[in-house]
Nanobody
Framework: QVQLVESGGGLVQAGGSLRLSCASSRRTPSSVAMGWFRQAPGKEREFVATISWDGGTTSYGDSVKGRFTISRDNAKNTVYLQMNSLKPEDTAAYYC?????????????????WGQGTQVTVSS
């Protein structure tokens, strides 16, 4: 079974940057699309970004477009989320997920495996 472990979360001031990492325990993510989602207290889980198996296709949620960048290193079985110009409304638990296919999707139902999440808190 695929295990996904996120890291890199923390407390940052508004306008700052963080880079999240998602490491997989197996090579499965090299053949499937990967995604990042987030969930703030009292809110539904929200799509953040997704990347195809080869990194050639990416897609972003409207609220993060232009500020966040998703990337992957298949040799390291790791996916990254570079977050710049952070805002207090970006505060949430961020989850990495492995898709059921090689194609990108914004739908959380398209993801088979999920990490435990890493907390990002942006202070104003």
């Amino acid at each position: 079974q695929v295990q996904l472990v996120e890291s890199g979360g923390g407390l940052v001031q508004a306008g700052g940057s963080l880079r999240l990492s998602c490491a997989s325990s197996r090579r499965t993510p090299s053949s499937v699309a990967m995604g990042w989602f987030r969930q703030a207290p009292g809110k539904e889980r929200e799509f953040v970004a997704t990347i195809s198996w080869d990194g050639g296709t990416t897609s972003y949620g409207d609220s993060v477009k232009g500020r966040f960048t998703i990337s992957r290193d298949n040799a390291k079985n790791t996916v990254y989320l570079q977050m710049n110009s952070l805002k207090p409304e970006d505060t949430a638990a961020y989850y990495c997920a492995a898709s059921r296919s090689s194609l990108t999707t914004r739908n959380e139902n398209g993801y088979a495996y999920w990490g435990q999440g890493t907390q990002v808190t942006v202070s104003s």
